[in-house]
């Protein structure tokens, strides 16, 4: 009964199968290349995120697992069975797309049964099934309801209990919410993740809005342009990411434009217009006086005089903008570069007015550098012309 499988979803115990391997997926369409080398290992019962802008390769990548589009290379495996050549009914994964077509002419009992009708059992024997599935979207009470008497929600809700009555060993998901309104998407995720919990099945779920991704995911892919720049939990990629893109793509992330001047005790230190500054986060190394990306997270700084604080900046307030429950203060460093920082509305102060001379002040364990030439890869960001 309970769930699909007796896969122990969510345990270390090691030498089991991944649900989903890819192995150096490669996807070209004519001359062009859509995905690049992706290897990538998805445990059973892992939510497993595509995340990245528009035309990056997620939803091919998705297709590519369930057996809708051909490789141009590389391998696809499920469950330790090599499913490459196998077409997308001989693979035992679901998917459920953006726009959640549900049959109109059924009633939504109908829609649940029509894959197990599919594979010939009878209604009388699927009926449990059906109602366990209307009941984990919390549907039971619409069994009668059809296509067009029920909001964008609720259709979305059967079309996942259409696709896990069959219990596949993964569901992948293209964008399941984009056609949400923003209310009903925060409440679908929030069902999306219990249903994930609660059956244990493996889903890859494909999105392009960054917060979706942090908050469903244990483990996300970070693409551009075919490429996978970074896998890792939210936490890795928000704390530590591997590439300025990356940097970029994921929260309120600050650029500076900074030099390298050496190495301090394992800390790189940085010149920052004419204030030096540490960093303790090393994925590059440096050479000569080599021009350097700094990021720097709006709510890693702190501004002016606080005790202890290390990596003083000095600048000029620039701008001062009220956000309810925080202030975000826009600072110019000497060399122009601009710097925001949050202040929540408790800790604001007077003195942080426009015109104001302030000091900033940040970890060295939070500054994170990346060469310079990466800075045509970020987004908003105004000095990439002369790289
Ligand atoms: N059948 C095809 N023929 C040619 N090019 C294609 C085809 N399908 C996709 N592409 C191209 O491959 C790239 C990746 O497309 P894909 O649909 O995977 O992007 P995506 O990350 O899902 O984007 P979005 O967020 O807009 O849905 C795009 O540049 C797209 O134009
Ligand atoms: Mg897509």
Same mark, same amino acid.
Request: hydrophobic share 40%; aromatic share 6%; proline share 4%.
């Given at each position: 009964?309970?769930?699909?499988?007796?896969?122990?979803?969510?345990?270390?115990?090691?030498?089991?199968?991944?649900?989903?391997?890819?192995?150096?997926v490669h996807k070209r369409f004519g001359d062009f290349t859509a995905v690049q080398d992706f290897s990538v290992q998805i445990r059973k019962g892992e939510f497993f995120s595509l995340?990245?802008?528009?035309?990056?390769?997620?939803?091919?990548?998705?297709?590519?697992?369930?057996?809708?589009?051909?490789?141009?290379?590389?391998?696809?495996? +499920?469950?330790?069975?090599?499913?490459?050549? &196998?077409?997308?009914?001989? *693979? /035992? =994964?679901?998917?459920? %797309?953006?726009?959640?077509?549900?049959?109109?002419?059924?009633?939504?009992?109908?829609?649940?049964?029509?894959?197990?009708?599919?594979?010939?059992?009878?209604?009388?024997?699927?009926?449990?099934?059906?109602?366990?599935?209307?009941?984990?979207?919390?549907?039971?009470?619409?069994?009668?309801?059809?296509?067009?008497?029920?909001?964008?929600?609720?259709?979305?809700?059967?079309?996942?209990?259409?696709?896990?009555?069959?219990?596949?060993?993964?569901?992948?998901?293209?964008?399941?919410?984009?056609?949400?309104?923003?209310? +009903?998407?925060?409440?679908?995720?929030?069902? &999306?993740?219990?249903?994930? *919990? /609660? =059956?244990?099945?493996? %889903?890859?779920?494909?999105?392009?809005?960054?917060?979706?991704?942090?908050?469903?995911?244990?483990?996300?892919?970070?693409?551009?342009?075919?490429?996978?720049?970074?896998?890792?939990?939210?936490?890795?990629?928000?704390?530590?990411?591997?590439?300025?893109?990356?940097?970029?793509?994921?929260?309120?992330?600050?650029?500076?434009?900074?030099?390298?001047?050496?190495?301090?005790?394992?800390?790189?230190?940085?010149?920052?217009?004419?204030?030096?500054?540490?960093?303790?986060?090393?994925?590059?190394?440096?050479?000569?006086?080599?021009?350097?990306?700094?990021?720097?997270?709006?709510?890693?700084?702190?501004?002016?005089?606080?005790?202890?604080?290390?990596?003083?900046?000095?600048?000029?307030?620039?701008?001062?903008?009220?956000?309810?429950?925080?202030?975000?203060?826009?600072?110019?460093?000497?060399?122009?570069?601009?710097?925001?920082?949050?202040?929540?509305?408790?800790?604001?102060?007077?003195?942080?007015?426009?015109?104001?001379?302030?000091?900033?002040?940040?970890?060295?364990?939070?500054?994170?550098?990346f060469p310079k030439s990466q800075g045509r890869d970020i987004l908003d960001y105004g000095g990439g012309e002369e790289a």
């Open positions: 009964m309970g769930t699909n499988s007796a896969d122990s979803a969510g345990t270390n115990s090691a030498p089991e199968n991944a649900a989903i391997e890819l192995k150096k995340l990245g802008p528009s035309g990056c390769g997620k939803t091919t990548t998705l297709r590519m697992i369930a057996g809708l589009e051909e490789v141009s290379g590389g391998s696809i495996w +499920l469950d330790g069975g090599d499913v490459t050549g &196998l077409p997308a009914y001989r *693979r /035992n =994964v679901n998917t459920v %797309f953006q726009d959640y077509a549900i049959f109109p002419h059924m009633n939504v009992l109908k829609n649940v049964y029509f894959p197990l009708r599919m594979r010939k059992i009878p209604l009388r024997e699927a009926l449990p099934d059906i109602r366990r599935m209307l009941q984990l979207v919390n549907m039971q009470d619409y069994e009668n309801r059809l296509s067009q008497q029920l909001s964008g929600g609720q259709r979305q809700r059967i079309a996942l209990a259409r696709s896990l009555v069959n219990r596949p060993a993964a569901l992948l998901l293209d964008e399941p919410l984009g056609a949400l309104d923003f209310k +009903l998407r925060v409440a679908m995720q929030q069902v &999306l993740k219990d249903i994930q *919990r /609660n =059956v244990g099945i493996t %889903f890859v779920y494909v999105t392009h809005d960054q917060t979706e991704a942090l908050t469903m995911s244990d483990r996300i892919a970070v693409m551009k342009d075919g490429l996978v720049h970074q896998i890792g939990t939210p936490n890795d990629i928000y704390k530590d990411p591997a590439t300025a893109f990356v940097a970029s793509f994921i929260g309120d992330m600050n650029f500076l434009h900074g030099a390298y001047a050496g190495d301090e005790d394992g800390v790189d230190v940085i010149q920052l217009g004419d204030t030096v500054v540490k960093g303790k986060k090393r994925r590059y190394t440096y050479s000569g006086r080599e021009e350097v990306l700094v990021c720097l997270r709006s709510e890693d700084i702190v501004i002016s005089g606080q005790a202890g604080m290390q990596n003083k900046i000095s600048a000029v307030v620039k701008r001062v903008v009220f956000r309810g429950a925080d202030y975000e203060i826009g600072c110019a460093l000497k060399n122009g570069d601009e710097l925001r920082c949050v202040v929540s509305a408790s800790m604001m102060d007077s003195a942080f007015a426009p015109g104001a001379p302030v000091t900033l002040g940040c970890d060295d364990a939070n500054v994170i550098t």
